[in-house]
């Protein structure tokens, strides 16, 4: 069966109301459960933009010093301009809103780019402004 088929007939099935101690056991069960104490939650609203350059902030989510792997937010205002640079580190960069330009081409939401250690890039530009999901890995 493919998957739209299985969801169609998902969709056909009458709704089933759980018997009031199954109810309440699925819920206790839902209530009872706890996130592992080594996952870091970082909420949207939570953290600190710091300045990096005019137009630019950088707000830290993961990674200590030491760690091999680090990852951050970059947010750019409309007209910024990221300089040209190598890379130390292996990048990971996903476009999580609006579009920036680099080595001409554009990369806009949802787009992903792998930068390889020593990747050398021309200065990045936005004309509407973005943000960009870092996540660096170290040699």
């Known amino acids: 069966m493919t998957r739209d088929l299985v969801d169609a007939l998902a969709l056909l099935a009458p ?7 199954l109810r309440a056991r699925l819920l206790a069960e839902a209530m009872a459960t706890r996130p592992s104490p080594d996952l870091t939650i970082v909420r ?12 630019i902030e950088r707000k830290a989510l993961g990674g200590a010093p030491g760690d091999r792997v680090r990852s951050f937010l970059l ?7 990221l300089p040209a640079h190598v890379h130390a580190t292996a990048e990971h960069l996903m476009v999580v809103a609006g579009s920036v330009e680099q080595d001409g081409r554009v990369v806009r939401s949802g787009d992903y780019v792998y930068s390889p250690v020593g990747s050398r890039h021309a200065d990045a530009v936005t004309a509407w402004g973005c943000t960009v999901l870092v996540v660096q890995v170290v040699p």
């Open 75 to 81: 947010r750019l205002a409309p007209g910024a301009r």
């Open 15 to 21: 709704p089933v109301t759980p018997s009031p101690s």
């Open 44 to 55: 949207h609203d939570a953290g600190r933009w710091d300045v990096v350059m005019p137009g």
